[in-house]
T-cell receptor
Framework: DSGVTQTPKHLITATGQRVTLRCSPR?????VYWYQQSLDQGLQFLIQ???????AKGNILERFSAQQFPDLHSELNLSSLELGDSALYFC?????????????FGPGTRLTVL | AQSVTQLGSHVSVSEGALVLLRCNYS??????LFWYVQYPNQGLQLLLK??????LVKGINGFEAEFKKSETSFHLTKPSAHMSDAAEYFC???????????????FGSGTRLSIRP
């Protein structure tokens, strides 16, 4: 158990809909990262937050947005969903935003768009 | 530009045999390198990391990796494979963006390791 929790575990929805994925980092970790894992794209970094502020952006679509709240939990919002958005979405956390820091991954949320 | 290449999307070895998973990186700044493992239906967990202290890095579960700057490689090895090693392995490079100074990480495409009885 990494100490990172993600809810829900599974999510099934229809195209065009909007969903919110939630992540609680390990106790004391200030950095939260979001990743998308799919068979064709592999593991893609989406976005990073550090202590409530956006720190780095990866391959995140404009239809997707995220935020980190004062209690350090984070939410990833996916809107106007398409079939291709079906994937595993991972959240990870680390103590700081340093490049040498290990990231602790949550168990993921499996999103299926029908 | 920074990048990570994992050679071989699937590697199969016999139980007790040597495991070798290849990773080459490209980085214009000193890299920090990681190996993560993902077991079925789980998130990734750190196996080991290179942060310039020592070129040979020992990790969990008997794995180790050697940083070779001249070859820009960070291959993962284990002398004797065990059935429980069957998983997906990801090499990653972490670096500071030159313009924003934000830390970034790039993962390789992953190598699925199968163990034959």
């Amino acid at each position: 158990d990494s100490g990172v929790t993600q809810t829900p575990k599974h999510l099934i929805t229809a195209t065009g809909q909007r969903v919110t994925l939630r992540c609680s980092p390990r106790s004391g970790d200030l950095s939260v990262y979001w990743y998308q894992q799919s068979l064709d794209q592999g593991l893609q970094f989406l976005i990073q937050y550090y202590n409530g502020e956006e720190r780095a952006k990866g391959n995140i679509l404009e239809r997707f947005s995220a935020q980190q709240f004062p209690d350090l939990h984070s939410e990833l919002n996916l809107s106007s969903l398409e079939l291709g958005d079906s994937a595993l979405y991972f959240c990870a956390s680390s103590g700081t935003s340093g490049i040498y820091n290990e990231q602790f991954f949550g168990p993921g949320t499996r999103l299926t768009v029908l | 530009a920074q990048s990570v290449t994992q050679l071989g999307s699937h590697v199969s070895v016999s139980e007790g045999a040597l495991v070798l998973l290849r990773c080459n990186y490209s980085s214009s700044v000193p890299p920090y390198l990681f190996w993560y493992v993902q077991y079925p239906n789980q998130g990734l967990q750190l196996l080991l990391k290179y942060t310039s202290a020592a070129t040979l890095v020992k990790g969990i579960n008997g794995f180790e990796a050697e940083f070779k700057k001249s070859e820009t490689s960070f291959h993962l090895t284990k002398p004797s494979a065990h059935m429980s090693d069957a998983a997906e392995y990801f090499c990653a490079v972490s670096f500071s963006d030159l313009y924003s100074s934000a830390s970034k990480i790039i993962f390789g495409s992953g190598t699925r390791l199968s163990i034959r009885p």
